[in-house]
């Protein structure tokens, strides 16, 4: 069954500097791999995935994240962080029985 | 209006009793989720629904049931409530195919005494 581990429980970033909220998964078959955020009181919103092709994928509000097949893994990053950026990322992932298997969470924490 | 409902919002129950959440979707979506989130688990798989006569259990079906009334509407049942089912509980629903994203509600939080 397939897998995904957030080694990182908080991240926290000056206003203004990159991020990377790290994701390492396993599967069986092809990965298909997503990013999302939650905000407060608020249920998850999708941010990004990857099925195929670049392994850069660009998303929502400036995200990217980067598809490493050799290291399985696949790390949100934004190369200048914003006070509003601040919530709990989660990464997941789905093979091809469909069944989708989310990270712990990351909270990411911009100051000014 | 939100495209994924869930009623209520918050809940605060006693244990041994019958809880039904509901989810109703105007996305038009075929597929149906809910999920539990506990802090430092993420996100769990409980049910899950690919159309109105498909119904499946996930990871920690146990202790919960659901009924698929129509394409829109999803709910989720707590037959006697135990405490360690205190979680804020989300309904997602998607269209077909492994590399469609899920879109969800804001969730119910759930507390039982």
């Known amino acids: 069954a397939q897998s995904v581990a957030q080694p990182e429980d908080q991240v926290n970033v000056a206003e203004g500097n990159p991020l990377t909220v790290k994701c390492t998964y396993s599967v069986s078959g092809n990965p298909y791999l997503f990013w999302y955020v939650q905000y407060p009181n608020r249920g998850l919103q999708f941010l990004l995935k990857?099925?195929?092709?670049?392994?850069l994928v660009k998303g929502s509000y400036g995200f990217e994240a980067e598809f490493n097949k050799s290291q399985t893994s696949f790390h949100l990053k934004k190369p200048s962080a914003l006070v509003s950026d601040s919530a709990l990322y989660f990464c997941a992932v789905r093979d091809n029985n469909n069944d989708m298997r989310f990270g712990a969470g990351t909270r990411l924490t911009v100051k000014p | 209006d939100a495209d994924v409902t869930q009623t209520p919002r918050n809940r605060i129950t006693k244990t041994g009793k019958r809880i039904m959440l509901e989810c109703s979707q105007t996305k038009g979506h075929d597929r149906m989720y809910w999920y539990r989130q506990d802090p430092g688990l993420g996100l769990r798989l409980i049910y899950y629904s690919f159309d109105v006569k498909d119904i499946n259990k996930g990871e920690i079906s146990d202790g919960y049931s659901v009924s698929r009334q129509a394409q829109a509407k999803f709910s989720l049942s707590l037959e006697s409530a135990i405490p360690n089912q205190t979680a804020l509980y989300f309904c997602?629903?998607?269209?077909?195919?492994?590399?469609?994203?899920?879109?969800f509600g804001d969730g119910t939080r759930l507390s039982i005494l």
């Open positions: 997602a629903t998607s269209v077909k195919g492994t590399n469609q994203p899920q879109h």
């Open positions: 990857y099925i195929t092709g670049d392994n």
